[in-house]
């Protein structure tokens, strides 16, 4: 039985994923924190793996003490600052504890990351479109970026791509991470899509991948939890864990 501590339980993901725990026999729910709630309890019930699912300030707030008091830290929460992520990595290297730093719990868009840095080795001007709903707070997503990134890495920084061409309207060609050219749309009709275009003289490809409903994140939660011991001090993405 793993002993899980939900930190943003009231929120949108963690009510999905308290639904969803209902279901997982060998997860039981140890122990909750809301970020107006004092931390110290919330430690003093040693689980064996914390979840984030709250706010960037939650995470400047309580994470680094998490990680000190040694318990394994799976974020899946955005906003924090770079000083904490940089206090965070400091910390699972001294202590050995276990740190995930996870932009998408999504399965299947981490699969299209890994597919899209694999088909970018052979193939030219990856761009990336993202749509999402209209209360998404940030664009790019992180998601976007953090495949540009992966693409990028692929590739050792050099990504052939389209910018050699003027614009007549300025950022049509999208902005540019890491070389890789990113749209973002907004619209009543998204919660949250991402579509990866390649090319090559006479073919194009397309990896996209689509959320229609927040359940889609649940199972990669759960697979962060069985498979944190996997992690070696502070990884970002799932797909570092991910075997596929």
């Not at 002993?3 to 026999?25: D, Q, T, V």
């Not at 990504?159 to 950022?171: A, F, I, N, Q």
């Not at 939660?221 to 799932?238: F, P």
């Amino acid at each position: 039985m793993i002993k899980l501590g939900l930190i943003g339980s009231a929120g949108r993901m963690g009510s999905a994923l308290r639904e969803h725990l209902a279901g997982e026999p060998e997860i039981a729910l140890a122990a909750t924190l809301e970020v107006d709630q004092p931390l110290d309890a919330f430690i003093a019930l040693r689980p064996d793996v914390a979840v984030d699912l709250s706010l960037g300030r939650g995470v400047d707030a309580h994470g680094p003490a998490i990680v000190e008091a040694g318990i394994p830290y799976i974020v899946g929460a955005t906003g924090y600052s770079a000083a904490t992520l940089k206090r965070l990595g400091e910390l699972a290297e001294r202590t050995g504890t276990a740190v995930l730093i996870v932009p998408n719990f999504s399965l299947g868009a981490n699969l299209m990351i890994k597919f899209a840095a694999a088909a970018a080795r052979l193939m030219h001007t990856p761009v990336i479109t993202e749509r999402h709903h209209l209360g998404k707070a940030d664009a790019p997503s992180g998601t976007a970026r953090f495949t540009a990134q992966r693409i990028a890495e692929a590739l050792s920084g050099d990504v052939p791509h389209s910018r050699k061409y003027d614009e007549t309207l300025h950022g049509v060609l999208g902005g540019s991470e890491h070389g890789v050219a990113i749209h973002s749309l907004r619209g009543e009709g998204y919660l949250a899509e991402q579509e990866v275009r390649l090319s090559l003289p006479g073919e194009s490809l397309s990896i996209e991948h689509r959320s229609i409903d927040r359940r889609c994140f649940m199972p990669g939660i759960v697979y962060a939890i069985r498979n944190i011991s996997k992690v070696r001090g502070l990884q970002i993405g799932l797909d570092t864990i991910l075997e596929a």
